[in-house]
């Protein structure tokens, strides 16, 4: 089956004219009124000044605008100056889950799994700049041509990424990943079809019996949507601390320390590593340590809570199966300064990690949990690993969307063993293979 290809869009003029009138008014409203004050008087008093000024800028400008633009204008000073500018309409879709601007000209956003290209457009580059400026700005970061990357959040939990020129070509570069206010429920992936019911009922029981296991995917794969979701089984008389370099998990979980590494200052000092938090969470009287993304040599002190008493603690690794987690999480614990031989680093990391789950994004954006692998062992320096339950694909629908079944391998768990501690049963039909 063949797909059309995307062809770019483009510019509207209207749209540039509109904007860059825009941002003519925007620069006077910022010489007329103390925008420092924003976020310090009362929001709803604030927003009558921009309204007045700007609708007195207007008539003095004798601007001769339909009724219906002249609103608009009203409207999207309001955004340049509280919000994202053009970013705000997309913002307020909850459909929406990414927002990528590759340019001042071209916006794309992701909806239901699928890449679109939209209308919205910014004035030219500084335009563009400005609103990434102003994101970093409120959580107390910077970017210009010394610093041209950050990452950072919105108010909403939305994660952001910013790289500018001279890293980035031909102007401005923004992402930003988007997060509701409530992350979905596993009763949601379950309706929605990435993951089965013997599946969620399994790693429920092993989040309940604090197995500890990592959860590996691509970008956007949905690890820590499912993370999220699995965080309801662990008992609310625990304590969790989660570790991130950009806060965005959402805990179904009463009793939660959230923790966020630090950048450097621009002295280049200040800086807070995860492992430095990891280290840290150690002294805070943890049940649990939930690392949102190992990436780096705070592998190894993962895994020593692991070994040390906080089992049940979880992550998710960038990774293509399982079996690559693995070779990139031995990556890290060398990253740490460690010099210890594979088959002691293998059987360190078997003893904390009982379970891996592999999620994928497939064909048409749908997420399915690929796998689910046990770490039985390590034997003459190997891994022994065992699937318990996988997801088959079986070709394309008529929407260009992956289809495909969920299956059970047959193999019982060696770790279904601990579930009788925490009085949890589970049925060895939940195991059985198809006929």
């Known amino acids: 089956m063949l797909f059309p290809k995307m062809i770019p869009r483009p510019p509207d003029t209207g749209e540039v004219e509109f904007q860059t009138l ?49 609103s608009r204008m009203l409207a999207d000073l309001d955004s340049e100056v509280f919000g994202l500018g053009p970013l705000d309409p997309l913002m307020s879709d909850p459909e929406i889950s990414d927002i990528l601007v590759n340019n001042c000209r071209e916006v794309f956003i992701e909806r239901h799994g699928r890449l679109e290209l939209t209308s919205t457009q910014f004035a030219d580059d500084a335009h563009l700049l ?10 107390g970061r910077r970017i210009d041509e010394v ?18 020129p001279p890293l980035a070509l031909h102007g401005p570069k923004l992402s930003i990943r988007r997060f509701g206010a409530e992350h979905l429920k596993l009763e949601n992936m379950l309706l929605g079809g990435s993951i089965s019911e013997p599946m969620a009922e399994f790693l429920q029981a092993a989040v ?16 820590t949507t499912l993370l999220n979701a699995l965080s309801g089984a662990i008992p609310f008389d625990e304590r969790i601390i989660t570790i991130e370099d950009s806060a965005e998990l959402l805990l179904q979980h009463p009793h939660v320390v959230q923790m966020e590494t630090r950048q450097a200052n621009n002295e280049g000092s200040g800086e807070v590593s995860a492992r430095d938090l990891v280290r840290n969470s150690l002294r805070m009287r943890p049940d649990r340590i939930l690392v949102g993304e190992v990436r780096g040599p705070e592998a190894l002190d993962m895994l020593q809570a692991m070994n040390t008493g906080h089992e049940g603690s979880l992550s998710t690794i960038h ?47 749908v997420r399915r949990v690929m796998r689910v692998t046990e770490i039985v062992s390590v034997q003459n320096g190997e891994y022994q690993l065992q699937d318990i339950f996988g997801f088959r694909q079986q070709g394309i629908d008529a929407q260009g969307r992956a289809k495909g079944e969920f299956y059970a391998t047959g193999y019982r768990p060696v770790c279904v063993s601990r579930f009788d501690d925490a009085g949890i049963s589970v049925s060895d039909a939940l195991f059985a293979s198809p006929a």
């Not at 400005?130 to 959580?139: F, G, H, L």
């Not at 693995?326 to 890290?332: A, N, V, W, Y």
């Open 208 to 223: 309940a019996s604090r197995i500890s296991f990592l959860i590996a995917g691509g970008t956007g794969a949905g690890k």
């Open 130 to 139: 400005r609103i990434i400026q102003r994101i970093v700005s409120r959580v």
């Open 22 to 70: 825009k941002t003519s008014i925007h620069s006077e409203l910022v010489e007329s009124l103390d925008l420092a004050a924003v976020g310090k008087v009362d929001d709803a008093w604030m927003r009558r000044e921009v309204q007045e000024l700007s609708d007195q800028i207007l008539k003095l400008r004798k601007l001769k605008l339909a009724p219906e633009v002249r």
């Open 147 to 164: 610093s041209p990357m950050v990452d950072a959040r919105l108010p909403d939990g939305s994660r952001v990424n910013a790289v500018v």
């Open 319 to 365: 990774a293509n199966d399982t079996r690559d987690a693995l070779s990139r999480l031995e990556m890290m614990v060398a990253m740490s300064g460690f010099e210890m031989p594979v088959k002691v680093v293998r059987e360190y990391v078997a003893s904390g990690i009982k379970l891996l789950v592999h999620l994928s994004r497939l064909k048409g954006g």
